[in-house]
């Protein structure tokens, strides 16, 4: 498994499982804001854009200034697993056969020894939770799923950031724009019926900035995912996919007696209820120690 990389917490602390987008990889949770800017979803709104001529967009946050999810959660003592999938484009299949293995490994493998540890010399076991972003809320419920109610007996928590649970129109709207300008606004016809000076102006101002603009806005509807992602695994978020029918089929409760949480998604009916209702725009870093917070309430 890519990049598998597990950071220690304290030892009676949740065994927290991060489960990225589609395109992404383990350094949107370790190290975001070095990124390059075209696999980003972080943007520095505030931010004024460099000079540019034309279109110019927010930059991304400067190195250092984003707290990263695995600092947050490791600060509050927590243990972070982070994985990069090996086809983060791909098929949902890939990132849930990866998903799958590495649940089933860390109940045999940590807290099946745990638990007799705990048995032998006291103490208690751990809890497992799963804190997933945008399609790793979609890979978290089909590798579940495949788990069955007693594949992961540990786990206690699942936290899903902007899942599209019902799908989403967006990466099929940004492929309907891009064809729409392809095909519907043609600037070089319509030149040739100006003038000739005007024909000139419409040549080497107009249809570079039109056509400048018109890739800007496809990027901007494409990085909704968090990254800008264009491989096979974009027509299964479709609404109406086949995989999405077939994973809300006959899906039941969370195993392990978990609780779910959704944040900034509308959650599937079955499975995630909303606990509550974020804006979009509602600071990371805020979420995150917030919800390590109450697991350290809990324990207390």
């Known amino acids: 498994m890519p990049d598998l990389a597990a950071v220690a917490g304290h030892r009676d602390a949740p065994v927290v499982v991060l489960i990225h987008g589609i395109g992404g990889n383990a350094r949107h949770w370790t190290d975001p804001a070095r990124l390059d800017p075209s696999n ?13 001529r034309g279109i110019a967009s927010s930059p991304p946050y400067a190195p250092g200034s984003v707290t990263p999810w695995t600092r947050a959660l490791g600060d509050a003592g927590l243990t972070c697993i982070t994985w990069c999938q090996t086809h983060p484009d791909d098929l949902l299949q890939y990132a849930t056969a990866e998903a799958v293995g590495l ?35 979609l890979v978290a419920r089909v590798a579940l799923k ?19 649970h019902h799908g989403s129109s967006m990466p099929k709207l940004a492929t309907t724009y891009n064809d729409m300008l392809s095909n519907v606004i043609d600037l070089g016809t319509v030149g040739q019926q100006l003038p000739e000076p005007l024909r000139a102006v419409v040549a080497r101002h107009l249809d570079p900035l039109l056509s400048d603009l018109a890739n800007r806005v496809c990027e ?33 409760a969370l195993p392990g007696g978990a609780t779910p949480a959704s944040v900034g998604a509308i959650p599937p009916s079955s499975t995630i209820t909303s606990a509550r209702r974020f804006r979009r725009s509602t600071c990371w870093r805020r979420r995150a120690l917030s919800w390590s917070s109450s697991w350290r309430a809990r324990r207390g």
């Open 40 to 52: 980003t979803w972080l943007f520095d709104l505030d931010a004024r854009p460099e000079r540019v």
């Open 220 to 252: 901007a509807l494409l990085h909704s995912f968090g990254t800008l992602a264009q491989g096979p695994g974009l027509a299964e978020l479709d609404p109406q996919s086949a995989t999405l029918a077939a994973l809300a089929g006959g899906e039941g």
């Open 146 to 164: 495949q788990l069955g109610e007693t594949g992961v007996p540990h786990l206690r928590q699942v936290v899903i950031l902007c899942t599209p």
């Open 103 to 137: 649940l089933a490994a860390l109940e045999a493998q940590v807290f099946a020894p745990y638990e007799a540890d705990v048995a032998a010399y006291g103490g208690a076991v751990p809890p497992l939770a799963l804190l997933c972003h945008s399609r790793g809320g």
